[in-house]
């Protein structure tokens, strides 16, 4: 927390004011479009498509936590790394979510 100290104006024994600056959250819009189940199979999707995170429309109605423990135990398909990025091919996600 950034603090902000304030003159008193000539009086001495007064404590400082403190003003406290909050930070202002931006919503930002999606910069992909929601996947859906008539999306190309070769389509790299995001987790936040798969799951339903900020607003966009789940393929799987689970958190976070839960869709990664389905795919350490071989239920979803590992995901593809690009950079610090993880993608899904769109395909595998369609063709798991069949079979659960």
């Keep these: 927390m950034h ?22 959250v931006v919503h930002r819009p999606l910069r992909v479009a929601p996947a859906t189940a008539d999306i190309h199979p070769d389509s790299l999707i995001r987790l936040h498509q798969i799951i339903g995170l900020n607003g966009a429309p789940p393929l799987l109605a689970c ?23 993880s993608y899904w091919r769109a395909g595998d996600i369609l063709a798991a979510l069949e079979a659960l």
């Design 63 to 85: 958190g976070r936590t839960q869709f990664y423990a389905w795919v350490k135990a071989g239920k979803l398909p590992p995901p593809r790394k690009i950079g610090h990025s």
């Design 3 to 24: 603090a902000l100290f304030t003159s008193n104006q000539g009086h001495a024994m007064q404590t400082p004011e403190v003003q406290t600056s909050k930070k202002t």
